[in-house]
């Protein structure tokens, strides 16, 4: 029997996945389709890409469910098949890990909603919670090891995502923030002007199991460093870090990351020796970048 994931890190610092994103495009899919649809009309394709996570030593792996929830759905006219998309992505996930034959975590992926909560924007409250909660029950139900709710700039929304998962029966919360590196370069916050310490005392009074950073802008690997050891001293639940492969460029009109595995790596034992009990990648990471993270983490951890 797999322990449980808040069990398992207690013993040791697990390797999450890198982007999917990224790879789905890769992959073929077009800018502005839905990639989530792929879970139940390309699952093989979604199937490769997860697997390669796996080959790559992957202990917990995302769902492809980042824009799985009923209002992102919806902008693709695909939101009827919300519960069908979420539950064929946790297979998914599982039949990866089985294709290398090891049992790893399914972490169910909530994305933003996409858009602003009234009075600034045109969504209830109530809508996000419903969708959040209808999404989260989809995953717990097919049996997600965690819900992360991630790539998030404004407690309310991650408050609400929270307790939807809490609602779901999540055995697991993460929630994860996205900062951005101030213009001066002295610190960063998120887009709506939260801080690290700010976010982990928020979680922690919210009932969310681990704390988290993703993507952003400017977040490198040493910048996730010093998030992780901000959030370290402002709370004691786990902290989990999902850098991107460093900084966005604009390439003939497209955003590329290009940190190389071998750049990136130099960040993954600083990021052990300050904690971080799950450690993954954001935009622009790959299977390779991962693949060089697990020959790091296993050095590391062979000693330690
Ligand atoms: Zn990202």
Redesign the pocket.
């Known amino acids: 029997m797999k322990k449980p994931l808040l069990e398992a890190i207690k013993d040791r610092p697990l390797l999450g996945d890198g982007?999917m994103g990224t790879q789905l495009m890769i992959a073929g899919l077009e800018q502005g389709n839905c990639g989530e649809l792929w879970n139940i009309e390309h699952p093989d394709r979604v199937l490769g890409i997860q697997r390669r996570y796996a080959e790559a030593g992957s202990d917990c792996i995302l769902t492809n469910t980042f824009g799985g929830s009923r209002i992102m759905l919806n902008r693709h006219g695909v939101a009827d098949n919300i519960v069908e998309i979420n539950a064929a992505a946790v297979r998914i996930v599982r039949d990866a890990f089985a294709a290398v034959g090891r049992d790893g975590y399914v972490i169910g992926d909530i994305g933003p909603f996409g858009g602003l909560m009234e009075p600034y924007g045109e969504f209830t409250e109530q809508q996000v919670r419903n969708a959040f909660t209808e999404q989260a029950k989809a995953l717990v139900d097919a049996g997600a090891d965690a819900i992360i709710i991630e790539?998030q700039t404004s407690l309310e929304e991650l408050g609400i995502g929270i307790e939807a998962a809490t609602e779901a029966g999540a055995a697991c919360i993460i929630g994860s923030m996205a900062y951005d590196v101030t213009l001066d370069g002295s610190t960063f916050r998120t887009m709506m002007g939260v801080d690290p310490e700010r976010a982990a005392e928020f979680m922690e009074e919210k009932g969310a199991h681990v704390v988290a950073l993703?993507?952003g802008t400017r977040m490198d690997m040493d910048r996730a460093k010093e998030a992780v050891s901000r959030y370290k001293a402002a709370t004691g639940l786990p902290v989990m870090a999902q850098p991107?492969a460093g900084q966005p460029k604009l390439v003939n009109m497209k955003v590329v990351y290009d940190e190389t595995p071998e750049e990136m790596v130099k960040g993954v034992v600083p990021l052990l020796e300050s904690g971080t009990n799950i450690l993954g990648g954001?935009?622009g990471s790959t299977p390779d970048h991962i693949r060089a993270f697990r020959r790091a983490m296993n050095d590391y951890l062979s000693v330690h």
Do not use: L
């Open positions: 982007a790539t993703n993507c991107n954001c935009c």
